[in-house]
């Protein structure tokens, strides 16, 4: 707008001895129209645009040496800025029909050519700069959605850990309550010992709810680390659920020591979670995990004894989560000799391919 301003006042200025009232009427239309035009960016732009360049053509005065003329080339530029390319175009397209008229029509006077060219290079300039700017809205959309996806993959990821943590521990800590319940009359140190397995499960629960919960601390911010239980830690597993008094059998078929560390957390949070619906839901029945480690891939398998019922809680979405994570898949339903998780895991993840 200010740069408009300017060159309708020098060339309100440079010929206002010609016509004074027809010059000053000119200049005001064209700063009048020039107001809502650039400054408000009011609907239709082209209709400002065309009054403004009325303006422009009474101070012009067919006289292709005026300065005046630039206010053509800031209201072409501005159509495209700000109204879009074909607002643009269309009144690049009127400028030349202007300035093309004068020249072959009203006055032979090649000075018109360089105003044509400079109009046009000034819309060709400001349709790349449009374009860029498109580029960078889209860029910043596109990073907006992926701040936001990665937010929503980070709360799952969190839910699915604390989900694990807390089932597994209050699953096992309720079975040992349960045995020292059963014998705090007639086996009172059995009694004392399911209570203090109880009670070291829940400080471990505790520990492991406040590492997981600072991964939602800000980088610096004194949180500590999360546990990442692995394949080794299977035995440690299925030794606190035979501690409370489960029946589980662990049988592992090849050698899962090369495993990467993702596959084997997957499969130690995937059997933990089986075990615990099995302890919930098929108490006393026994349970068998099987592992087979395979040249492409791991095949997970627990087998509960307890009769088939009809499972699409948050543990088995989550079972599913982890395993498609990895390229893998994991369904739970009626089989074996009751209820059968199974697991299929790529041995190796895209990371440890690319190593």
């Known amino acids: 707008m200010a740069a408009f301003t300017v060159l309708v006042a020098v060339g309100l200025l440079t010929r206002l001895g010609e016509n004074p009232a027809r010059l000053v009427l000119g200049a005001v239309v064209a700063v009048a129209a020039g107001v809502p035009l650039f400054l408000f960016r009011l609907r239709p732009g082209l209709a400002y645009a065309a009054v403004a360049t009325a303006g422009v053509v009474v101070l012009g005065n067919a006289d292709s040496r005026s300065i005046v003329w630039f206010g053509l080339v800031v209201l072409a530029a501005w159509c495209v800025l700000a109204y879009g390319a074909w607002a643009g175009c269309i009144y690049w397209a009127g400028t030349a029909l202007l300035f093309g008229g004068e020249w072959l029509w009203a006055i032979h006077d090649p000075g018109w050519g360089p105003w044509v060219a400079g109009v046009s290079v000034s819309v060709l300039a400001t349709l790349l700069i449009r374009h860029e700017f498109v580029l960078v809205e889209r860029l910043r959309a596109a990073q907006a959605d992926l701040a936001e996806r ?5 709360r799952s990821r969190i839910a699915r850990e ?4 807390i089932a597994h521990s209050l699953t096992v800590s309720l079975l040992h309550v349960t045995s020292a319940r059963l014998a705090v009359d007639h086996e009172p140190a059995d009694a004392s010992r399911a209570l203090a397995e109880a009670e070291r499960l829940g400080r471990q629960a505790l520990t492991e709810v406040r590492a997981t919960m600072g991964l939602l601390r800000e980088d610096g911010a004194g949180g500590v680390a999360p546990p990442v239980p692995g394949f080794g830690q299977l035995p440690e597993l299925v030794g606190d659920y035979r501690g409370a008094g489960a029946q589980v059998r662990l049988a592992v078929d090849g050698d899962p020591s090369a495993l990467p560390e993702t596959v084997g957390s997957t499969v130690y949070r995937i059997v933990q979670e089986a075990l615990a619906n099995a302890a919930k839901h098929a108490t006393g029945t026994p349970v068998t995990v099987a592992v087979t480690v395979a040249d492409e891939d791991v095949t997970v398998l627990v087998d509960s004894a307890g009769p088939p019922g009809h ?4 543990g088995l979405i989550s079972m599913a989560e982890r395993a498609g994570a990895l390229g893998g898949s994991c369904t739970a339903g ?6 059968l998780v199974t697991a299929t895991l790529p041995r190796r993840t895209d990371e440890g391919r690319a190593r």
Not at 150 to 154: A, K, N, P, V
Request: aromatic share 6%.
């Open 150 to 154: 990665s937010r929503t993959e980070e």
């Open 162 to 165: 604390l989900h694990d943590v």
């Open 311 to 314: 499972g699409s809680g948050m």
């Open 334 to 339: 009626p089989g074996g000799h009751g209820w």
